[in-house]
Each structure stands twice: as structure tokens, then as C-alpha cells.
């Protein structure tokens, strides 16, 4: 966890850096975030209007201009990734960074009654489509000289709870895939993947699964951003196929 890191003003100068469910939450303060640190951001959702609101904050403090692209990851393609890898070779010729943000939670219910449908639909988003994309984008990838890839786990995803359902056993993918690729990619020595738990952060998706909550309680997205600079910047060099933090765990 590297809450209390201090990152300098231009810790991301020129890197290109996508990030996913960028238009909301957790994303949408991570893209602020990058670009507020130098980085040219590909702001990629399904809602275009978010992604549009994003852009111009971006733009109101006088980042380096985004970079747009909208995608559903639940009907998206294995041609829709290809195409999309060739659209941004012939923009940026590299990719510095992605965060594997965009997620869904599915339904918080007894495994008995979970619908198999909403099963699918959960793992679609939250991990297959995501490894399918990174599967494209791993030449762009590799044509960085330090890129780091950078996949979102739940607390869910290291140990399991009743009821969490597919969510939890698609965050539980998600950490076998970043072991999987780190390893494959290790020596490389200029690619790096590793997880990252945000925990508990106030957002439209922790509201959902604990609606009775007080909010005040929570950190907001903001306020976790340091552990994300830390692992898109050159300092996380070295670290792959690990597992962090956002913030500490809670006490009590
Ligand atoms: P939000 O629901 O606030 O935001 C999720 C983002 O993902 C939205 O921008 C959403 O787009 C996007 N998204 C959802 N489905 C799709 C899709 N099919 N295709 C493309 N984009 C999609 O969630 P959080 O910010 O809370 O969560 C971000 C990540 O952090 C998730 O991976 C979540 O599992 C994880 N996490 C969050 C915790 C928390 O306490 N908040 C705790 C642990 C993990 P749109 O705005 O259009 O709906």
C-alpha cells in the first residue's frame, strides 16, 4: 500500500496510458489523475457522455489531450481489440500503461439463485474481455520501454465470501491471469503486471453492494490515487506479478 506515496508533478510525462470504465468512479479520478501527472490518457467506457465529461476536465486543467474510445466489453469482439490495436499503433505506435478498471458487480445472492446469464455477463466483463483486449494490445505494449499493465482485484478475489458470486470468482481469474502473464512476460524486463485491491472507495459500485452504509466512512476515489500513480510510474520498475493495496486495511 502506498497511500502516503508523493508523486512529482510530471511523474507520467509523455506516457500513453488507457484506462478502462474511465467515465465513472474509481476510473474517471485514475484518468484524472494520469493526466493531472502528464499522461495522455485513452479514455475508453460505454457511456460516450462520461467519457465526453472526463475529456473536457481533462482538457479545464489543462492536461495533454486525451484520447477517447468507446467500447462495451459486453459485445465486444476479438476483431473489435485487433481493430482497436491498429487504431492506436497509428496514434501513439506504443501503449505505456493499461488499468484494467472497468468492472460490474452482478448480483450480491445465494449461489443457488444466481442466474447463469448474469454469471456470463460478470465474467465477460470483468475478465474475458479485458484478457482478449491485453491479448491484442501486448505488441504496443511491448514497444514501450517500460510499460506497466495493471489489473483491478477486490478483496473478494483473495478470499472468498458467500454471496459475492461470480463477482468474486471473476477478480479470483484476475489474479490467476496476472500471475500467468507476469511470469510470461518477466523476461522481458520492460513489461510488468501486477493487481491492485482498491478497497473499500465510494462509488456507484460499493453503494450498490452496501446500500445501508454511511459514505462518509469510505475514502473517496480520490483519495486512493497515490498506490495507482506509484504502480503506472517508473518506480513501480521491477515489482510484476504482485498483489497491492490501494489503502490499509480497515480496523476494528
Ligand atoms: P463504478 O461502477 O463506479 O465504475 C465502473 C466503471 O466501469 C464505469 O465507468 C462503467 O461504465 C465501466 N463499465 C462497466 N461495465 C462496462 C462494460 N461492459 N464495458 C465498458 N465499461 C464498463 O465502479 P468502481 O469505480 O467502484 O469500480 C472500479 C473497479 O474497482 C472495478 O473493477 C471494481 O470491481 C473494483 N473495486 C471497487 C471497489 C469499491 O469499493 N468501489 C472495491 C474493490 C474493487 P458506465 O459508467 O458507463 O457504467
Request: aromatic share 8%; with cysteine; charged share 25%.
Amino acid at each position: 500500500c502506498k497511500i502516503d506515496y508523493q508523486p512529482a508533478a510530471d511523474l507520467l510525462d509523455g506516457r500513453i496510458i488507457l484506462v478502462t470504465g474511465a467515465g465513472d468512479g474509481i476510473g474517471r479520478a485514475a484518468a484524472l489523475a494520469f493526466a493531472g501527472h502528464g499522461a495522455t490518457v485513452i479514455l475508453l467506457g460505454r457511456t460516450i457522455a462520461k467519457l465526453e465529461k472526463v475529456y473536457d476536465e481533462i482538457e479545464a486543467a489543462g492536461g495533454p489531450q486525451p484520447a477517447i474510445f468507446p467500447l462495451n466489453f459486453e459485445g465486444a469482439t476479438l476483431k473489435d481489440y485487433h481493430d482497436m490495436a491498429e487504431t492506436l499503433d497509428k496514434e501513439f505506435g506504443r501503449l505505456d500503461g493499461i488499468l484494467h478498471n472497468a468492472g460490474i458487480l452482478g448480483r450480491i445472492t445465494p449461489f443457488e439463485q444466481y442466474n447463469p446469464e448474469l454469471w456470463e455477463q460478470v465474467m465477460q466483463v470483468n475478465i474475458n474481455g479485458p484478457i482478449w483486449m491485453t491479448q491484442a494490445l501486448l505488441p504496443l505494449l511491448k514497444s514501450s520501454p517500460d510499460a506497466s499493465v495493471v489489473f483491478t482485484s477486490s478483496s473478494v478475489g483473495r478470499r472468498g465470501r458467500a454471496y459475492w458470486g461470480a463477482y468474486a470468482v471473476s477478480k479470483f481469474a484476475t489474479e490467476g491471469f496476472v500471475e500467468v502473464l507476469a511470469d510470461e512476460v518477466e523476461h522481458l524486463g520492460t513489461l510488468r503486471v501486477n493487481s491492485l485491491n482498491p478497497g473499500a472507495t465510494r462509488t456507484a459500485m460499493r453503494k450498490t453492494a452496501y446500500p445501508g452504509e454511511d459514505e462518509r466512512t469510505l475514502r473517496g476515489p480520490e483519495e486512493i490515487m497515490p498506490t495507482y500513480l506509484w504502480l503506472m510510474g517508473p518506480e513501480s520498475r521491477g515489482h510484476n506479478g504482485e498483489k497491492f493495496d490501494a489503502q490499509p486495511p480497515k480496523r476494528g
